[in-house]
């Protein structure tokens, strides 16, 4: 039989680098201050609080003897490898970010990490924030820098209308509103 068909034991142990090795886009990656600050903090509290526990639950587990049937030791070690791969990803991604800071020539007008208040034809009104790619939430009205939302809105001006291209069809849209308010809500009409 070939070794194309035979699966070698490995202990277990599991391809960690999957996300720690995905492509990276090209170009450079644009980032809020608040959505830096929170990868940071998630980083840090990976670091210094959840591995350092896990860590010393790990070894607590190891200590009870035989490791082939300590669910918790099984279950403490893929906990472990989830949370360094965790950090192998924040710490990479975190060094290619360029953090983008609003300036005052920008008051007014639609860039990265603005709020923008937009109304259809329909009179339907919207407030988006356009962010960097680790920043996307739907929730909160964050909307990546690269959707046809964002693309159509940058560069405009309050009262500037402009076509979006959407699945359904195009729709025009008016600015009624900008404002590089670092809040996570939208700021309030």
Known sequence: MSK??????????EDDDVEAEAPRPKGPQYI?????????????KLWHGERPKVTADVQAAAAQGDRSE?????????????IDRRIRFL???????????PTKEQAGKVYFGAWVTIEDEDGVTATYRIVGADEIDLTKRHISVASPVAKALLGKRIG?????????GPVEVTVLDVTYEAESSPPAP
């Not at 809020?32 to 840090?44: F, H, I, N, Q, S």
């Open 4 to 13: 194309a068909f035979t699966k070698e034991p490995d202990g277990g142990e």
């Open 32 to 44: 809020t201050r608040a959505g830096y600050d929170r990868l940071r903090v998630e980083l840090d």
């Open 70 to 82: 300590n669910a918790e030791y099984i279950y403490g070690k893929k906990r472990l490898r989830e």
């Open 91 to 101: 710490s990479k991604r975190l060094e290619i970010l360029t953090v983008v800071e």
């Open 160 to 168: 500037d209308t402009t076509t979006v291209l959407r699945p359904k």
